[in-house]
C-alpha cells in the first residue's frame, strides 16, 4: 500500500468514526441504490420515468371525501421521493422502515419530487 493510500484509507476510517448514524445510514442507502442499478432520488426530474429504491420514512393515509389517498416518503440517502397511491387506504407490505424499489413518471407537487400509483416491488427483510 502506497503512502498516498493509506492516507486516504485513514481519512475514510476516521470520517466513518465520527460519522453521525444518519450519515452513515445515508451512504448505505446510496450505495445499494447505485447497486441495484436505480436512479438516485435526487437526479429525478419532473417528467422522467425512474426506478428508485430505498427506504419507507413514513406512511400516511390521508382521508379526502372525493379521493382518498396513501403517501409514503422513500429515502435513498440523497432525497426523498413521494410514492403516491390514489384511492387506496392500505397496502400490505407498505410501512415505515421498509425497503422497496419503485417505477413511474415523476411528476413535482408542492416543489417535492411524486410518483404517483408506482409500480412497487418489496424488498425481502434484512
Known amino acids: ?6 492516507r486516504v484509507s485513514l481519512r475514510r476510517f476516521l470520517q466513518r468514526l465520527t ?4 450519515e452513515i445510514e445515508a451512504e448505505e442507502l446510496q450505495r445499494e441504490s447505485t447497486e441495484s442499478g436505480c436512479v438516485p432520488a435526487r437526479q429525478c426530474s419532473r417528467g422522467q420515468v425512474v426506478s428508485v429504491t430505498g427506504r419507507l420514512r413514513t406512511v400516511v393515509y390521508t382521508p379526502r371525501t372525493n379521493l382518498p389517498t396513501l ?20 397496502i400490505a407490505g407498505i410501512e ?7 417505477r413511474g413518471r415523476c411528476a413535482l407537487r408542492d416543489d417535492r419530487k411524486v410518483i404517483y400509483n408506482p409500480y412497487y416491488e418489496l424488498d425481502s427483510p434484512k
Open 19 to 22: 460519522a453521525s448514524e444518519a
Open 71 to 90: 403517501e409514503a416518503d422513500l429515502y435513498d440517502g440523497s432525497d426523498v421521493v413521494t410514492l403516491v397511491w390514489l384511492g387506496r387506504r392500505h
Open 1 to 6: 500500500m502506497t503512502t498516498d493510500e493509506s
Open 96 to 102: 415505515p422502515g421498509r425497503h422497496l424499489t419503485a
